[in-house]
């Protein structure tokens, strides 16, 4: 079955520091894998798909299949970033069928 | 407002009732997903539907049902409600079948609370 672990409940750095939020995957086929963020009182969307390999927001994230990761980086944080992370797993055909999987989340808090 | 809708914003209710929550895709859009976002499960996949029929199913349970109308609108009924069905219910749309491929956009939510 698949499934999309995102380890870290809430990260917490301060405004120009190095972020990575972690995402692995258990996947038996090819996997496209998306980040999406939810900035306070606003709603889901997306900040980055594997596909496409590019940055947005300054946010970049590089399919690892040896080590089945797909973390988020960015350089430098900004305040603006604190938001809460999920990523997720498209899925593959299960019948037939595409199953989403999104990770259970990470918050992250940049302090000024 | 040309994204996804959802109403009502907040429902509260008691269990063994029913409730219908509704979404309308943004313009264009023929596929239209569920997700139930609880504080223990995160956010889980429960269905989604393409240009009226259903495309994909995850954890529904069969307490619970959904269909999209020729107008593209969703609803997602919930019966025999219990106190565990409390979440935030999401609904996503894009424009294609193709979940891999296609961008979700999703909706604000329904907060769905069970007394």
């Known amino acids: 079955a698949q499934r999309v672990t995102q380890p870290e409940k809430l990260l917490s750095v301060f405004k120009g520091a190095p972020v990575e939020l972690k995402c692995n995957y258990s996947?038996?086929?090819?996997?496209?894998l998306f980040w999406y963020v939810q900035y306070s009182r606003q709603r889901l969307q997306l900040l980055l798909r594997?596909?496409s390999r590019e940055s947005i927001k300054g946010f970049t994230a590089d399919l690892n299949k040896g080590e089945t990761s797909f973390h988020l980086k960015k350089p430098f944080a900004q305040e603006e970033d604190s938001a809460m992370y999920y990523c997720?797993?498209?899925?593959?055909?299960?019948?037939?069928?595409?199953?989403?999987?999104f990770g259970r989340g990470t918050s992250l808090i940049v302090h000024p | 407002d040309s994204g996804v809708t959802q109403t009502p914003k907040h429902l509260i209710t008691a269990t063994g009732q029913r409730v219908t929550l509704r979404c309308s895709p943004r313009?264009?859009?023929?596929?239209v997903y569920w997700y139930q976002q609880s504080l223990d499960q995160g956010l889980q996949f429960l269905i989604q539907?393409?240009?009226?029929?259903?495309?994909a199913k995850g954890n529904i349970l069969e307490r619970f049902s959904a269909q999209q109308f020729p107008d593209l609108h969703s609803e997602l009924n919930l019966s025999s409600l219990e106190l565990g069905d409390s979440a935030l219910y999401f609904c996503?749309?894009?424009?294609?079948?193709?979940?891999?491929?296609?961008?979700?956009?999703f909706g604000p939510g329904t907060r769905l609370l069970v007394l």
């Open positions: 996503a749309s894009s424009v294609g079948a193709s979940v891999g491929e296609e961008t979700q956009y």
């Open positions: 594997h596909i």
């Open positions: 997720a797993l498209p899925g593959g055909p299960t019948g037939g069928s595409y199953i989403p999987t």
């Open positions: 313009s264009g859009d023929l596929s």
């Open positions: 996947y038996s086929g090819s996997p496209e």
């Open positions: 539907y393409y240009n009226g029929e259903e495309r």
